[in-house]
């Protein structure tokens, strides 16, 4: 295959790849990340501009860096480009969790956003903050009610009082949380306080197992805006990428791994 059919790979996926290496190694090089990926350095080149205008990397002389993503509240347009393959998968898998008539919270975020079209249980009511949900080609048996709230355009959320207000007066059979980091120690946590709240809420209204949707980027991540204790998880989803380790630390506290 020629170089420039190389570089005809989907972007998404490359620049997925990219991004994953310079979080991984913390610094990257052009021409080490051409030789890896089978691109051309000016292919790499475009790729790392558009990554760091996407504010997921910072480049310098001859490679790029690692941002420090902990500290920051990535935008939904930029967490939707990654590991979207993993997302789906987990989404999936998360799906078939729901039963007929179930009632269920699903929160907002790139992956919980994907489980909305995979439903097939019947008779299903989703009570959610996902304000992408109207763009999803949904299942005709779903019944979805919006929280309403504030609309916050970073992350495509719907946040505040009226929000909460209507989390309050529902209860769930089970709850689907997606969030952006996830650790044993420190817990669930998400780098907005109005949405960690929302999701506090969620968890103390469902009857049943608490399912998280978390691809493995996730995993020993931990965000500014505590949610709640790992002990509240039920369920973990991820993706084949979790480490022996942390799959051990949360099997031992009781919380199922399911890997896709």
Known sequence: ????????????????????????????????????????????????ETLERDGLVE????????TN??????????KSILH???KDAIASVAANLVEDCDTIFINSGSTTLRIFRDIKAKQVKVITNNACFPMEDMPSGLEIISTGGIFRRESFTLIGETATQTITNIYASKSFIGLD????????TTPVQAEAQVNRLMI?????????????????????????????????????????????????????????
């Open 1 to 48: 295959m020629k170089t420039k059919d190389l570089d005809l790979q989907p972007l998404p996926l490359r620049r997925d790849a990219i991004y994953q290496l310079i979080k991984d190694e913390g610094v990257v090089r052009v021409n080490d990340l051409s030789e890896r990926l089978k691109v051309t350095s000016m292919t790499i080149r475009r790729d790392l």
């Open 59 to 66: 480049r310098v002389h001859g490679g790029a860096v690692a």
């Open 69 to 78: 993503r902990g500290l920051r509240d990535p935008l939904f347009t930029q």
């Open 84 to 86: 979207q393959k993993e």
């Open 181 to 188: 980091g996830l650790s044993v120690q420190y817990g669930l």
């Open 204 to 260: 103390e209204h469902t009857r049943g197992p608490v399912i998280v949707v978390a691809d493995s980027s996730k995993i020993g991540r931990v965000s500014s805006f505590f949610v709640a204790s790992v002990s509240v998880v039920s369920k973990l989803i991820t993706d084949k990428f979790i480490s022996d380790e942390d799959r051990r630390s949360f099997e031992q506290i009781g919380i199922e791994v399911l890997i896709c």
